[in-house]
């Protein structure tokens, strides 16, 4: 009964490569958001979709592009790895101010 | 601009109390949550504070100030696997942001 799941869990790749995260929530929640915590554990908002629209797009490069084919999923697709993407992302869900986080995707770039 | 303000470590002793404070600096403010982190875990939701005053949830109570951009979450009786990263975040017309977090660790 997960409510909030990502895939892969772990993902380690060389720099240059492209890599996507798919993100899938159960809760029939309209928004859906992308996070960014880094080593430091600062926890920075990426994007946020609200019903496969996008409502925040933080400034991150273009490398970076989410894709929503329908409210439940909200994937991220990152072009041109670098050193300095490996950090943990983290989907989450929500409805209203409660956000409901999946397990988190810990990339690690070489 | 945006920010919030949180202690980066906070000690305690098992069946103390503590206070993590966290202030804020934003506009369109709409309310506080408060969501705890275990290492190599996921953020989970403790608490959200959309007016003045003290809302409780069993050990865990939050405190918000708006006119001081000003709020807290208090912990009692602390137990050993409350050790963990607390963050603050603030919720606008536009965005959610996210303290630095508060390392907490519990001592015997």
């Known amino acids: 009964d997960t409510a909030v799941s990502q895939t892969p869990k772990y993902l380690v790749t060389q720099m240059g490569n492209d890599k996507s995260i798919k993100c899938e929530q159960n809760l029939g929640h309209d928004t859906m958001y992308w996070y960014k915590q880094d080593s430091k554990k600062f926890l920075k908002i990426m994007f946020s979709?609200?019903?496969?629209?996008?409502?925040i797009n933080e400034t991150v490069p273009n490398r970076f592009s989410p894709k929503s084919p329908d409210k439940a999923h909200l994937n991220l697709h990152i072009n041109s790895l670098e050193l300095g993407d490996s950090a943990v992302y983290f989907c989450a869900s929500s409805v209203s101010y409660e956000q409901y986080f999946g397990p988190g995707t810990r990339l690690t770039v070489t | 601009g945006q920010s919030l303000e949180q202690p980066s470590e906070v000690t305690a002793v098992e069946g103390a109390i503590v206070q993590i404070n966290c202030t804020y600096q934003t506009s369109g403010f709409y309310g506080l949550s408060w969501y705890q982190q275990h290492d190599g875990g996921a953020p989970t939701f403790l608490s959200y504070?959309?007016?003045?005053g003290l809302e409780e949830t069993g050990r865990f109570s939050s405190f918000l100030s708006r006119s001081d951009s000003y709020g807290y979450l208090l912990l009692q009786e602390l137990q050993m696997k409350d050790s963990a990263s607390y963050f603050c975040a603030f919720t606008n017309n536009n965005d959610m942001r996210f303290g630095a977090g508060t390392r907490l660790t519990v001592k015997p």
């Open positions: 504070n959309a007016l003045d």
């Open positions: 979709y609200n019903n496969k629209e996008l409502i």
